[in-house]
Structure formats: structure tokens, C-alpha cells
């Protein structure tokens, strides 16, 4: 079997996964920009282990936040990356470390003035004040990669005190979120485990479902992994920190792609709710400005069709008075897959609700030779020549007959533009709801190796 080189020379290591949020008119060309949230929200690849000068490393900028209510008393203090020069990176990371603090604080102020809402007027003194005090560090920074904990300790009407510790980590060089799949091989983890719990409890877990997203650098080539309790087994009774070292000299040379950032655009009228989220690939330079102009056409495209469909159904609905609609519900979201300096992959789904049982919901999927602005084909990622519709028919047929024993599925191959993304070392095929099997299945998707 032979693929083309651009895939064969992809190293594991720097192979990308990501996923994601408001305002606009009725017409879809205007995009005030004051009424556009940016956000990171995408993952990237570590920089080299490298001999810092302190001097090189960022500063970091303290804050402090507080708000009183009769319901809610908040305060927070945390720390930023000093940014006098509007490093648009650094901008990225600080607006994201904010998100994920605003993110708690507006949940808890929103159960709290439910709670204080919902509470008779006589009873309203003796009210319990609900308590969120946040704070945020720098565990680790380098010159290349910043490690960040973010402690919420917060208490609302009835409940005890509860303490939660978040973990962020991210690239420097690109603003990008790091994951644990760019920094030690998955052979490697699964190895590191069984050799950590070995005395105290048999893995039962299957490790290819869980997401391990909670880790920090201890010093920038050791990684600390934090799994919860009953993670790993039944038997795992206690929450575990995992040491991972990591091979430095992987990083030397690095392979990024872009930073990418969230696009929000929402709109709610009497005949729709509209609530879009794209992302914008944060590079000037070579293909990206084309790939945004053809993600944004597409996303604008949506927006009018489903504005312009929620009208004129409402519309004829008014005409009738034995028919009511509830407004129709449209939303985007997106997640990046591959995002090095060599292929760019990435997806963005589609939700629409116009009645009935369910809505529906598809994706689509952008895949680009990031060198050439190419856009990728099934075939593209094959030597000329070679079947790799057989291939890949085989593989997809064999997954088939080990999980799917009542015959729901009915596959009888791939197209030949036939949907698909590319994450970690995985060509990953996908079929819409309804494509190949019942709704109740979801969206199928098969992931047929790469090689090494």
C-alpha cells in the first residue's frame, strides 16, 4: 500500500486535535465587528526544550475582579501575560484563560438569581448568598509553552463548600491549546499507566474512549497527568498524578500551524434563533486567508438560507390559524483535527430544528495541502493509481461485521468525494445521519489507519 509523502512525513508527535460562541441583523453581510467575540479555541504542537534567557520569558500581569449582590458575592485574582507590545498570541491565551473564569462565574451568578428569584418575598432576607472565589496562576512558563491553573472554590444555597482545579496549557509560540496526544505517543501513555497502577489495580477502562485534558508541566520536559477516580477502573478509588516524561528533542524542530480563533454571529426573532460559531485561522500569510474566505462564505451562506426559510414558513404559517411554529432553531460549531504547517483539517456542524421529533445535524469538513493551498481529496492522500476505495470499503466492512450484529448498517462503499478528516495518525471516514444507517445510530464515522 503507498501513500502520497505529504501524510508519511506527518510525525505523530505534531499531529493535531481540536474542537469550540454573538450578534447580528437580518442581513448576513453585516458583520459589525464590535459585535464579534474572538476566542481561541483550537489545540497545536510544543516547541523545543531549549536554554531559556529569563529575560525572553513573559511577564505576568496580576488582576482582581470582585462583584456583591444580595444572592452572589464573587471576587477573583489571577494572573495575565503582560502584553504592552499587543502580541496577538499573547492576546489569544489571556482571552482564554478570562473565557474559562467568566465561563464559572456567569453559571453560578445564574443559578444564584434563579434561586433568589424563585425565593417568596418574606423569606428573601435569610436568603443564602451564593460564593464564588477564583483564582489563577502560572505553574509553569517558558519560552516556548505556559501551564496555568485556574482554582474555583464555590458554594451555593444548601451545598458544601466545593473546590475545583482547572489546567491549561498552551503553545506561546502560536497561542494554540496543547493536548496530551502532541506530547507523548499513545503507546507510550498506555505503557506509563499500566507501569504506575500496576500495584495497586488492573486497568479495566478502555483507554482509547477517555480524554486525558487535565495535566501540567512540572518543568519542560516532565509532564504531571491528573486522573480522577474511577477513571481507569472500578477499583481506582482515589484520583492519581501521573508523572510522563516527555523527549525533548522531539520538539526541536517544530511544525505549527495556526492559531485559530472563534467567530460568533447570533440572531433571535420571532420566526428563528440563530446561534453560529466558526472558526478564523490567525494567519496572514500563505493559504489561510483563502480557506477563511471560503469558510465564511459558506457560513453566511447557511445563515441567509436558514433566515430566509424560517421567514417564509412563518409567514405562510400566519395565513393559517390552525398551525403554530415555534421559532426555528440554527446553530454552527466547529472542531480543528489537523493543524500543522503541512494539512490543515478541520470540521464545522451543522444543527437545524424546523419541528418534528428532532432536528438534524451534518458536517462538513475543509481539508488543505497547507504547502500548496491545495484542497485534499480521498484520492489525494493515495499514490496515483492505488484502489483506495477497495481499501478503505475492506476496512470499513470489517468494523462492520465485529459491531454490528443486528445488520443495521447498510454500506455498500464509499463515494468517491465521500466525507472524511484526518486526526492523529488516522484517515477518518464519515456519513451523515440517515447515510448508511438509522438516525438512532448518529453520525458514523470509521477511522482507517495511517502509517507510521
Not at 448576513?28 to 526544550?49: F, H, R, V, Y
Not at 456542524?349 to 419541528?355: D, E, I, K, P, S
Amino acid at each position: 500500500m503507498k501513500f502520497r509523502s505529504i501524510l508519511m512525513t506527518m510525525s505523530l508527535a505534531f499531529l493535531i486535535t481540536g474542537c469550540g460562541h454573538s450578534l447580528v441583523n437580518d442581513q448576513a453581510s453585516s458583520l459589525p465587528t464590535d459585535a464579534i467575540e474572538t476566542t481561541p479555541n483550537t489545540k497545536q504542537d510544543i516547541t523545543g526544550n531549549i536554554e531559556d534567557s529569563a529575560s525572553d520569558i513573559p511577564a505576568l500581569v496580576n488582576q482582581h475582579d470582585e462583584s456583591q449582590e444580595t444572592f452572589y458575592d464573587y471576587s477573583a485574582d489571577y494572573a495575565l501575560i503582560d502584553n504592552p507590545e499587543s502580541n496577538m498570541t499573547y492576546n489569544n491565551i489571556n482571552e482564554a484563560i478570562i473565557k474559562e473564569i467568566n465561563a464559572k462565574t456567569s453559571s453560578l451568578y445564574a443559578q444564584a438569581q434563579s434561586a433568589f428569584a424563585s425565593t417568596p418575598n418574606e423569606e428573601k432576607e435569610d436568603f443564602v448568598t451564593y460564593t464564588l472565589q477564583t483564582s489563577g496562576e502560572s505553574i509553569f512558563i517558558n519560552t516556548h509553552v505556559i501551564s496555568y491553573k485556574i482554582h474555583f472554590a464555590y458554594q451555593s444555597f444548601g451545598d458544601h463548600p466545593i473546590d475545583e482545579n482547572l489546567y491549561l496549557n498552551y503553545d506561546l509560540n502560536s497561542g494554540q491549546v496543547l493536548t496530551l496526544d502532541q506530547l507523548i505517543d499513545k503507546s507510550e501513555l498506555e505503557e506509563r499507566l499500566e507501569e504506575y497502577t500496576n500495584d495497586q489495580f488492573e486497568i479495566t477502562s478502555d483507554l482509547d474512549t477517555l480524554s486525558f485534558d487535565q495535566f501540567y508541566f512540572d518543568d519542560a520536559s516532565q509532564l504531571k497527568l491528573l486522573i480522577s477516580s474511577y477513571v481507569l477502573s472500578s477499583n481506582q478509588t482515589e484520583a492519581l498524578t501521573v508523572p510522563l516524561s516527555i523527549n525533548s528533542d522531539a520538539f526541536t524542530s517544530p511544525v505549527i500551524g495556526t492559531s485559530v480563533k472563534a467567530k460568533n454571529l447570533n440572531s433571535a426573532r420571532d420566526a428563528y434563533d440563530i446561534s453560529i460559531i466558526y472558526p478564523e485561522l490567525v494567519n496572514s500569510n500563505g493559504i489561510y486567508p483563502t480557506i477563511n474566505q471560503v469558510i465564511e462564505a459558506d457560513i453566511l451562506a447557511f445563515q441567509d438560507e436558514s433566515i430566509q426559510m424560517a421567514k417564509q414558513d412563518h409567514e405562510e404559517q400566519n395565513t393559517n390559524a390552525n398551525v403554530f411554529l415555534r421559532p426555528y432553531q440554527f446553530s454552527t460549531d466547529y472542531t480543528v483535527y489537523t493543524n500543522t504547517n503541512k494539512v490543515l483539517s478541520l470540521g464545522i456542524l451543522y444543527y437545524q430544528y424546523t419541528g418534528g421529533a428532532h432536528g438534524m445535524n451534518w458536517e462538513v469538513f475543509y481539508n488543505y495541502d497547507v504547502k500548496t493551498g491545495q484542497v485534499l481529496t480521498l484520492a489525494d492522500l493515495f499514490e496515483k493509481g492505488f484502489d483506495y476505495q477497495t481499501y478503505i470499503n475492506d476496512q470499513i466492512y470489517q468494523k462492520l461485521s465485529e459491531n454490528d450484529p443486528y445488520n443495521a448498517f447498510t454500506f455498500e462503499g464509499i463515494a468517491k468525494d465521500q466525507a472524511f478528516y484526518i486526526e492523529g495518525n488516522e484517515l477518518v471516514i464519515y456519513f451523515s445521519p440517515y447515510e448508511i444507517a438509522p438516525y438512532v445510530a448518529g453520525a458514523p464515522t470509521f477511522r482507517i489507519p495511517l502509517p507510521e
